[in-house]
């Protein structure tokens, strides 16, 4: 999705706004998936954790430009982070 993204700010001019938000849809919409493969919720959890580091490095490094412009708060760190606790939940 993060590929997807990418290619679509860089090639087809798509703004960071609406590639920001095709991304947080997209990995909202991963918690069905993973309530489908996943019997417990201690297993189903850690792709969802594991992106709470993966987004602060993307964000810091400014590495995916569709997910984080120069001047974007962290905020897809802060989605990753509130999807993993409401899964807790």
């Given at each position: 999705?993060?590929a997807i993204?990418?290619?679509?700010?860089?090639?087809?001019?798509?703004?960071?706004?609406?590639?920001?938000?095709?991304?947080?849809?997209?990995?909202?919409?991963?918690?069905?998936?993973?309530?489908?493969?996943?019997?417990?919720?201690?297993?189903?959890?850690?792709?969802?954790?594991?992106?709470?580091?993966?987004?602060?490095?993307?964000?810091?490094?400014?590495?995916?430009?569709a997910m984080?412009?120069?001047?974007?708060?962290?905020?897809?760190?802060?989605?990753?982070?509130?999807?993993?606790?409401?899964?807790?939940?």
């Amino acid at each position: 999705m993060l590929a997807i993204a990418e290619l679509c700010h860089r090639f087809l001019s798509i703004s960071t706004d609406i590639t920001r938000k095709i991304i947080n849809v997209g990995a909202g919409m991963w918690v069905l998936g993973i309530l489908w493969l996943f019997d417990s919720w201690q297993i189903g959890i850690i792709p969802f954790a594991s992106f709470i580091g993966i987004n602060y490095l993307l964000y810091r490094d400014r590495l995916i430009k569709a997910m984080d412009s120069d001047e974007s708060s962290p905020g897809t760190v802060y989605f990753a982070i509130s999807v993993t606790l409401s899964f807790m939940l």
